[in-house]
């Protein structure tokens, strides 16, 4: 990646809607050599996806929740982490699961309707699950950043 790749990931992350145009004009490339460079940065995995970030609430989700979870080292480990993982990956509700260092084994952020639908799944993912040891539930109040972008260094 070098300087041009850099400012051109710059600009889509934090508008993916801006114009191919737009984007040499800011940066000193031609169109053209925008787009190919985007689609190798497509093909290489740099870009991972391109997506419209939603507010919560606009699709009826008011609740967040952001839940440490220590998973149960008394079963069979890989076993546990496997079936956790898939767990995550399938339940809809789950906006994002990290794998982390510290007290707590993965850090899971969860959105749901309202409390009884936020116990429901509360029950389902955490409570009622034989790989989870114990979690540990922090609701959120009020958002104050929220994004996806990651700091790039353009020069």
Request: charged fraction near 30%.
């Amino acid at each position: 990646m070098d300087t041009f790749d850099s400012k051109i990931l710059d600009l889509i992350q934090r508008n993916n809607r801006i114009s191919t145009e737009k984007i040499a004009e800011k940066v000193g490339l031609s169109p053209s050599a925008v787009q190919r460079r985007i689609r190798q940065m497509r093909k290489d995995g740099v870009i991972h996806a391109e997506v419209a970030v939603v507010k919560p609430e606009a699709a009826g989700r008011m609740i967040l929740s952001i839940v440490g979870v220590i998973i149960d080292n008394e079963r069979p480990l890989a076993k546990a982490l496997k079936e956790f993982r898939d767990l995550m990956l399938a339940s809809p509700e789950v906006m994002q699961v990290y794998d982390v260092t510290g007290e707590a084994d993965f850090i899971v952020i969860v959105s749901a309707k309202d409390m009884t639908d936020y116990e429901e799944i509360s029950r389902r993912l955490f409570m009622d699950n034989p790989n989870v040891r114990r979690y540990k539930s922090s609701l959120v109040i009020r958002r104050i950043k929220y994004g996806m972008t990651i700091p790039i260094a353009t020069t």
